[in-house]
């Protein structure tokens, strides 16, 4: 069965708790897990059937809408590529979080799981690493479209460009995380109404995925990000046609 929609971006903004919220529809299905089929090589030589074949199985009760999330996808252009390949009509879903903070939600993920020495997670550090060396490497590469990169996700407008050369506008929903966690039935009534259902008078809230930080901010980390990120912000409010006062 073909997806009718995924969910591909951003990291660290609310798209774990989305999925909690479509599968709430009795229309929607949403996978449960990444499923990384567009982005890793080894998922994708198994081929298309193999990907729809496992996603109609773990669609145990046969919604009608089906769809995925893989929030890498967005920072991955060969992704991009290959989504439009398969399904060039596809909805697109793309959950954006103030760029400071969601840097360094990632950074203090990458930390905590690195201390625990968990052999399967792909984006392992040195614990010991900062923030500001962090920036320091980001900003230096050459080649940014890999797992490890931070700094480079934040670019948000870059990212959307590249999706608009193969989707058309209309295909893509861009949902601000901020304003989705302080209004979910509004913003899920939204979603439900691209996705070409009804809306719900009523949803259970769930935000998941709620991590501690054990890391502390420094001011002058935070100030750094907000000045690499302005320019892209910029240009990302003028696209959108409104400013988003919760990143400023």
Known sequence: MKPNYIIIGVQKSATTSAISYLNQHPDIFCNWGE??????????KNGINWYETKLAKNNKYKKKIIGVKTPFYIFSKKSIDRIHKHYPNIKL?????????????????????????????????????????????????KIISKQRTIIQRGFYI?????????????????I????????PLKWNNEIYKFL???PLKKIKTE?????????????SDMKRLIKIYKPYNEKLFKFLGYRIKEWM
């Open 35 to 44: 499923l990384h089929f567009f982005d890793l090589n080894k998922h994708y």
């Open 93 to 141: 879903l793309i959950f954006l979080r103030d760029p400071v903070t969601r840097a360094f939600s990632q950074y203090n993920h990458m930390v905590q799981e690195s201390e625990k020495n968990d052999t399967g997670f792909r984006m392992k550090i040195n614990p010991k690493t900062t923030l500001k060396q962090i920036i320091d490497k980001d900003l230096k590469r």
């Open 207 to 219: 935000m998941q995925h709620v991590r501690q930080y054990h890391i502390e901010q420094k001011q």
């Open 176 to 183: 601000i995380a901020e304003w989705y966690k302080q209004n």
């Open 158 to 174: 870059d990212q959307i460009n590249y999706v608009l050369t193969k989707f058309p506008r209309n295909n893509i929903k861009i």
């Open 196 to 198: 070409g259902t009804f």
